[in-house]
Nanobody, 119 residues
Framework: QVQLVESGGGLVHTGGSLRLSCAAS????????MGWFRQAPGKDREFVAA????????YYAGSVKGRFTISRDNAKNTVYLQMNSLKFEDTAVYYC????????????WGPGTQVTVSS
């Protein structure tokens, strides 16, 4: 069982930056691929970024590539999402998720943190 808790959301102006953190419980954090997803009002949840257990492989949605950076610190059981050049359309609830390395389904989810970008 893995418990995830996001933090770092808030209100920011267009062009600003935020860094989200996701703290995980447990002692096998490096066994999980970690992902960030988001859901805007009235829209489906969408993939944002993911990072392999070792941190060597990164994945990004096209809409955030070049603006967002995912990273992880396995010693601290934490994954980060640095968000730069924020746009109004980045407004959403951001969720951290975990899946066992080598599997396809994210099975653990955090409660989410709100990111609001104002123009």
């Amino acid at each position: 069982q893995v418990q995830l808790v996001e933090s770092g959301g808030g209100l920011v102006h267009t062009g600003g930056s935020l860094r989200l953190s996701c703290a995980a419980s447990g002692r096998t954090f490096s066994s999980y691929t970690m992902g960030w997803f988001r859901q805007a009002p009235g829209k489906d949840r969408e993939f944002v970024a993911a990072i392999s257990g070792s941190g060597d492989t990164l994945y990004y949605a096209g809409s955030v590539k070049g603006r967002f950076t995912i990273s992880r610190d396995n010693a601290k059981n934490t994954v980060y999402l640095q968000m730069n050049s924020l746009k109004f359309e980045d407004t959403a609830v951001y969720y951290c998720a975990a899946k066992v390395v080598g599997t396809n389904q994210y099975v653990y989810w955090g409660p989410g943190t709100q990111v609001t970008v104002s123009s």
